[in-house]
């Protein structure tokens, strides 16, 4: 089955029909345990000499089937659900770097994970080294022997520059640092597995679901990278661990495949932080996989329509958009995008700020929110929102300018979606010409 293309994966992986009923949809097992089936079976479960439930805080039969939908789609060898894409973000560095530890991040990240990396996980003693991913080869500069993790986002936002995700793997296989990959922003359209990253992290809360129903998140091991070869640098999966029984990660999964990753996460991060995705939010986020390659494709091509229409209007002074951008930025985006540019698109207008607060007041289809990969197209103005908290030359740093709108274009018909655009881009401009 891991050789069907991703339309058919998203409906079929990891499920045929219920084992108890032969229900064709995935049921919602809503149960906390699940009674073992005599004292031996009991022991090998927790012994981890058998896989099975125990207690859907640490496994539930719909997360599974939603786990393992995600690891065939991504190309990977095993999944794990989380509460939030801010849960699977912590707990994927969690898992393999403790206080006296660091990881070398791209400074291009969304605010919830700048704030996680450059405040809470500091005061847990594990340090982020921020780099600029203009240059690969900071990823290197910045690596010393306590480098457990290289961390960037595929497609992040408001910059909308790819991330270099071959010239840092590379650097990362080369020293033997993990690349983690957050592609929230690009499913389908690129498998960062394909470009030799090692770890891919979503929030399944944006495209994956797409209904805007739930919070989620996931972390997928490619299994690809060999934790054992570099056992200095990850004595967590190396040595033997106090709250298994002495268990060796890479040891104990030997019968199982290369999961020690996954595994540990699961069965040491989530039995104790307890962030578990629910069982009710597992069958949402599966409904919605159904239809993501489908719908990738509807947001890729209206997105390229927005972003030729917003080039041609007198009020936008700039197009930000994958698609349209020119030299490294534009190769970088051609060596891992397939097929699409995604769904985001910014802007910036004429009239500055005042008209980027006017342009959003005036919208009436699209939804003003701080959310992104909904089926509605979402507007957002960053330097009186989400980026509020930042200092102007910050803003600047971050590709926040004071006209700068940032658009998550949905899937309604593109006719309506640009006379949304054009009218509210006729409020903006009343801006512009009272200020002229
Ligand atoms: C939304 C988002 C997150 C955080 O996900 P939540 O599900 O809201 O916790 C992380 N990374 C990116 C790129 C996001 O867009």
């Known amino acids: 089955m891991t050789d069907m293309k991703p339309e058919t994966l998203a409906i079929h992986a990891g499920y045929r029909s219920d084992p108890a009923t032969n229900a064709v949809a995935v049921p919602i097992y809503q149960t906390t345990s699940y009674q073992f089936n005599s004292t031996e079976h009991a022991c090998k479960l927790f012994a981890l000499e058998e896989l099975g439930n125990i207690y859907t805080r640490v ?27 801010q849960s699977a973000s912590a707990m994927a560095i969690q898992n393999i770097a403790q206080a006296g530890d660091n990881v070398v991040s791209s400074t291009d990240l969304y605010g919830g994970t700048w704030n996680l990396f450059a405040n809470t996980l500091k005061t847990m003693g594990i340090e982020v080294r921020f780099v600029d991913p203009a240059d690969p080869e900071a990823f290197r500069r910045a690596t010393d022997d306590r480098t457990r993790a290289y961390y960037a986002e595929t497609l992040p936002n408001p910059k909308l520059i790819a991330f270099p995700i071959r010239e840092v793997a590379a650097i990362g296989n080369e020293l033997g640092v993990p690349l983690i990959m957050d592609n929230t922003a690009a499913p389908v359209f690129c498998r960062p597995f394909d470009h030799g990253a090692h770890i891919v992290v979503y929030s399944t809360t944006k495209y994956i679901g797409g209904h805007g129903t739930s919070i989620g998140g996931m972390i997928i091991d490619s299994g690809r990278f060999d934790w054992e070869w570099h056992a200095e640098r990850f004595p967590m999966l190396n040595q033997p661990d106090p709250s298994y029984h002495g268990a060796v990660w890479t040891e104990a999964v030997k019968p199982l495949g290369p999961i020690a990753y996954i595994l540990k996460a699961r069965v040491t991060l989530l039995r104790d932080l307890g962030a578990a995705m629910s069982p009710m939010n597992a069958f949402q986020f599966i409904q919605g996989l159904e239809t993501l390659p489908l719908r990738m494709r509807e947001h890729g091509r209206n997105a390229v329509e927005v972003a030729d229409f917003l080039a041609n209007h007198p009020a936008v002074t700039r197009v930000i958009f994958p698609g349209r951008m020119s030299g490294e930025a534009r190769r970088r985006a051609d060596a891992v995008f397939d097929g699409s540019y995604g769904g985001l698109v910014g802007f910036e207008l004429a009239g500055g700020r005042e008209a980027g607060l006017r342009f959003i007041d005036a919208l009436k289809l699209v939804y003003h929110v701080a959310n992104i990969g909904d089926t509605r197209t979402l507007a957002i103005h960053p330097a009186t929102s989400t980026h509020q908290q930042l200092s102007p030359e910050e803003q600047m740093a971050a590709g926040v300018t004071p006209g700068y709108v940032r658009l998550s274009v949905g ?23 009272r200020a002229a």
């Open 411 to 433: 899937i309604e018909h593109i006719d309506d979606i640009l006379a949304d655009l054009e009218q509210a881009l006729g409020a903006a401009a009343s801006v512009t010409t």
């Open 59 to 85: 496994m539930n039969p719909t997360t599974d089937v939603f786990e393992q939908r995600m690891a065939a789609l991504e190309g990977g060898v095993a999944a794990l659900a989380t509460a939030s894409g």
